[in-house]
């Protein structure tokens, strides 16, 4: 059995028109279709995710890579992490200027003997792996910064967060050989602070793989860091399938009231998703069968 589960993050349903919902959805589709052909071809399951979150860091309408979502300040700082089930994992934090950031992070995994790199650190590391300058910047986030900056839609305001976007994009595999992998990246919420990390680059925030499973999570990274929900949920697969872990997660998640979204996968190939937010764009594909929402 192959399978791939992919999400272009979630939140508020008000913060796409429905052209752009319809963009998002064949964008998930189509980073679902890209990483089970690294599947279908013999690739491993973090191959499989890596290019899955490559394709969604291409697409504008995602808040990650470009069209990642800009600081109070106008400028993108980007996170992303990936990690396997044998316990490999790499990340980078407030990252600017590169076009994939889960291609760096990727490499802080494989090419050094850290978990985290961030900021200026992790761009000059980025030009010494050879990736080059980038500018993620679109007009199309310009604006949204600037009508956040006009009406105060920012989440420092909590009566004014239910206007907010949340951007992570995610996948998780398994591969034929009966493993898993995820992989993560992500703009931030759009106004936060200059240096601000959220959970995406986080081990067991945003993303956490082990024995059990593997899972991803996308909404407010401080609440998801709190928690820790992608590793309680992958705990949780100890004894539970991925659907009923991940509702499970979601029910302890909407008692402090944190706006999210998990996708995973258990370590026996079932596949689970949920949300406690109004949207979230997903797909998966399980043995050639595509369904997304």
Same mark, same amino acid.
């Given at each position: 059995? +192959? ?19 319809? *963009? ?21 399951? $973090? ?8 394709? #969604?860091?291409?697409?504008? $309408? ?9 600081? *109070? ?28 950031? *889960? ?11 850290? +978990?985290?790199?961030?900021?200026? &650190?992790? $761009?000059?590391?980025?030009?010494? #792996? ?106 949780? #697969? ?23 979204? $998990? ?7 079932? *596949? &689970? ?21």
């Amino acid at each position: 059995m +192959l399978a791939i589960i992919v999400n272009g993050g979630a939140g508020s349903s008000k913060a796409l028109t429905p052209e752009e919902q319809e *963009i998002a959805r064949k964008g998930v589709k189509k980073a679902a279709e890209a990483g089970y052909l690294v599947l279908g071809k013999g690739g491993k399951a $973090i191959d499989a995710v890596v290019e899955a979150v490559r394709v #969604m860091e291409d697409e504008p $309408i995602f808040n990650a890579g470009t069209g990642s979502a800009l600081t *109070i300040n106008g400028e993108v700082e980007m996170d992303a992490s990936l990690m396997t089930m044998d316990g490999h994992f790499g990340a980078v934090g407030a990252i600017k200027d590169v076009k994939n950031p *889960i291609l760096v992070a990727r490499k802080v995994m494989e090419e050094t003997d850290h +978990l985290l790199l961030v900021g200026e &650190g992790a $761009i000059k590391f980025a030009r010494h #792996m050879g990736f080059v300058k980038h500018n993620p910047i679109t007009k199309r986030q310009q604006e949204k910064l600037a009508k956040l900056k006009e009406k105060g839609e920012s989440h420092y305001f909590p009566k004014l967060k239910k206007y907010l976007k949340y951007g992570t994009v995610g996948a998780v595999a398994f591969d034929k050989n009966q493993t898993v992998a995820v992989a993560n990246s992500s703009g931030g919420i759009r106004g936060k602070l200059p240096g601000r990390v959220g959970d995406s680059a986080i081990l067991g925030a945003g993303t956490f793989a082990s024995l059990f499973g593997a899972v991803t999570a996308t909404g407010h990274g401080e609440w998801i860091m709190k928690l820790l929900l992608s590793k309680i949920t992958v705990d949780l #697969m100890k004894t539970y399938n991925a659907q009923t872990a991940i509702e499970l997660a979601l029910k302890e998640a909407k008692k402090y009231g944190c706006l999210c979204g $998990i996708i995973g996968i258990d370590v026996k190939g079932n *596949i &689970g998703f949920g949300k406690t937010t109004e949207y979230m764009a997903w797909a998966y594909l399980r043995d050639g069968a595509l369904i997304s929402f």
